[in-house]
């Protein structure tokens, strides 16, 4: 019988404890559990950044994967913690959007509130779900235990979607999506949007769209890898040469 493997997404960092936690309690619960770490520092409180990676990553998964995502600004509040079961995987974490983009998109069979007093560890102290709330729920379906167990029926309140670009004459408003590490900037522009397109213009200075970052001389546009549009500085970083963080507007000129 294959595992459910458990991929943990967090902005907890490496040099915190947090994520080791979390993984001691999944353990502790199911002690054959597999754990990947798919994202061990994301950005710190961006929903919509942690949203966009989870996106971009669940479908290169095996099937009944269990992604674990606590990026979680709101934790002690109202906010529903949730599990989902999709038509392929199952996603656990907070009711904040940051699932929203993955489980709508692969479709969403049930959601459940993670209510029950057998799963929910008895020290919840309400600022450390992680492990508190999402990892005990997340061992318990990597034992294959059924959805239900968790919790009551609920309905996904937060419904954080990408953008479409503004799209007016030659001229593109396009969204941020997200930032890497190397400072390449996600742009919710896809193939469709820039068809016969070569170059771009921001500000009056003209580039090129290219195949790859190696061919990039200075600033230039490239087809990721999440299938929309970065602008990306070869050996460089883009976001801090034009001053742009995940959800600003910038104003492109196609030619």
């Known amino acids: 019988m294959r595992k459910r493997i458990i991929a943990l997404l967090t902005d907890f960092g490496v040099e915190e404890h947090y ?140 419904k954080y979607e990408f953008a479409e670009p503004e799209i007016k004459g030659n001229i593109i408003n396009a969204t941020v999506l997200h930032v890497d590490k190397f400072g390449d900037v996600v742009l919710n522009i896809r193939k469709e949007h820039l068809r016969g397109i070569k170059k771009f213009s921001i500000e009056g200075k003209t580039f090129e769209i290219k195949q790859t970052f190696s061919e990039c001389d200075g600033l230039c546009m490239v087809y990721g890898s999440s299938s929309f549009y970065e602008l990306a500085l070869n050996q460089g970083n883009a976001a801090e040469m034009l001053g742009l963080k995940t959800g600003d507007m910038i104003e492109i000129e196609v030619m």
């Open 19 to 158: 994520n080791g936690v979390m993984k001691g309690v999944i353990l502790k619960i199911n002690s054959e559990a597999s754990i990947i770490d798919l994202v061990g520092s994301a950005r710190s409180f961006s929903v919509k950044d942690a949203a966009f990676q989870l996106w971009a990553s669940y479908k290169y998964f095996p099937e009944e994967t269990i992604f674990l995502i606590v990026v979680d600004p709101g934790v002690g509040t109202r906010r529903q913690p949730v599990a989902v079961k999709t038509k392929n995987y199952f996603f656990i974490g907070p009711d904040n959007g940051v699932l929203y983009p993955a489980v709508s998109e692969d479709g969403i069979k049930k959601v459940v509130k993670i209510t029950s007093e057998k799963i929910i560890l008895k020290n919840r102290n309400g600022t450390f779900d992680g492990r508190d709330v999402f990892a005990p729920a997340a061992a318990y379906l990597s034992l294959k235990k059924p959805i239900e167990g968790l919790g009551e029926h609920t309905c996904l309140t937060e």
